[in-house]
């Protein structure tokens, strides 16, 4: 996988939220909130190749992400994307 600074966007409209989860300094995924209900995540391996899923599952990938980033800090983590509404 290949760092990259800012993947393009990968949902399915503008996201009201966006996550790069890192691992090893390498983005691993995007995570994008388009609406309350929907969600889309993007491997860096497949970026045109997005899922849709229901936006509390996306939060909670994100949530157990971070969490892990809290007991490997030096392995992973978690970006939130300023995103323009």
């Not at 600074?5 to 399915?12: D, Q």
């Not at 994008?32 to 509390?56: F, M, Q």
């Amino acid at each position: 996988m290949c760092n990259t600074p800012s993947m393009r966007e990968v949902g399915i409209g503008l996201p009201l939220e966006r996550f790069e989860l890192v691992t090893h300094g390498d983005v691993y995924c995007v995570v994008e909130i388009v609406d309350r209900d929907v969600a889309s995540i993007a491997l860096t391996a497949l970026p045109g190749s997005p899922l849709e899923l229901n936006a509390d599952k996306a939060r909670e990938f994100v949530a157990a992400w971070q969490q892990h980033a809290e007991m490997e800090p030096q392995a992973y983590a978690v970006r939130e994307v300023q995103t323009a509404l």
